[in-house]
């Protein structure tokens, strides 16, 4: 289980060196051409678990985007999880522009890992 836990913790730090968040976001929009409003990130509320809490934490990222078509909200989404940098949508919410029946606003919430 030790030797296990070591091989995880290697593989988590070399994909998560130099990662950070908010910068891993603006550039993924530019690759989509999709303009985020804003961005919230915080420590996400977790069950602790001895070795790996103190090794990597967890973090509810939101963010809003207005005035999207759905392919590209999906392209955008797609394109976040394909990264692998343990980066998941945990909720979606969209609504609609009243009067654009082709554009919508989007609430992304992410949850994503930091190295502690």
């Known amino acids: 289980a030790e030797a296990e836990l070591s091989l995880l913790k290697k593989r988590i730090k070399s994909k998560m060196k130099g990662f950070s968040i908010?910068?891993?976001?603006?550039?993924?929009?530019?690759e989509v051409s999709v303009e985020i409003?804003?961005?919230?990130?915080?420590?996400?509320?977790?069950?602790?678990?001895e070795d790996l809490t103190s090794y990597l934490k967890?973090?509810?990222?939101e963010i809003v985007i207005?005035?999207?078509?759905?392919?590209r909200l999906l392209k955008f989404i797609s394109t976040v999880e394909k990264k692998q940098k343990y980066v998941r949508v945990k909720d979606l919410r969209?609504?609609?522009?009243?009067?654009k029946k082709l554009y919508f606003q989007a609430q992304i919430f992410f949850r994503a890992f930091k190295l502690s």
């Open 94 to 99: 969209i609504r609609d522009l009243s009067g």
């Open 66 to 71: 207005s005035k999207i078509s759905l392919p």
């Open 58 to 61: 967890e973090q509810d990222v």
């Open 22 to 30: 908010k910068p891993f976001f603006e550039k993924v929009s530019k």
């Open 37 to 49: 409003r804003s961005t919230k990130v915080r420590d996400a509320d977790t069950v602790e678990l």
